[in-house]
């Protein structure tokens, strides 16, 4: 390697790394924790592995690991049953048989690693008690929305409203 190679690549390790301590050295002047949360949420992801069941994130593995499921009808019974009961009507199962599950079981595998975990990217708190959640995808940039909603019908349990997995 000649000089200017080596200045080129020694020049670039040095402003990679005083970016990294500029943005970690940023982080902690946020104001707020959600704040100071979401932006490492957003830089590094939070991995879920064993929710807490019937919290928000375990709906979604719930969701991951039923489109996952080798029986695929044995993956359609518990997906709907993480639904929330404004998506059990005929129509609207209809609609997500036809459409979102197809998909959904082709690409479970973008999401879930090998034990069965996944990596949130970011999150918005809804107004209409919701949540949506930005799942990485490990072949695409940007993050893949999931919407979780409290079921007033199902004892306020969080279930699937929208996703685009």
Not at 21 to 28: A, D, G, H, I, K
Not at 30 to 41: F, I, P, Y
Not at 131 to 147: G, V, Y
Request: glycine residues 4%.
């Amino acid at each position: 390697m000649n000089r200017h190679h080596a200045t080129y690549l020694t020049n670039f390790v040095v402003h990679r790394a005083a970016l990294l301590v500029l943005v970690l050295c940023t982080l902690p002047c946020l104001s707020g924790c959600e704040t100071v949360d979401k932006a490492r949420m957003k830089l590094f992801g939070i991995v879920i592995e064993n929710p807490e069941r019937e919290t928000a994130e375990w709906v979604l593995r719930e969701t991951l690991m039923s489109a996952s499921d080798p029986d695929e009808q044995a993956g359609w019974a518990r997906f709907q049953k993480v639904l929330h009961s404004d998506e059990r009507t005929t129509n609207a199962l209809k609609g997500w048989h036809s459409g979102n599950w197809p998909r959904m079981r082709r690409q479970a595998s973008y999401y879930l690693d090998e034990q069965g975990r996944f990596i949130l990217r970011d999150f918005r708190i809804q107004q209409n008690d919701g949540i949506d959640f930005f799942l990485e995808n490990r072949f695409r940039d940007l993050p893949t929305p999931c919407a979780v909603h409290r079921d007033i019908n199902n004892n306020g349990l969080w279930r699937i409203k929208r996703c685009s997995l």
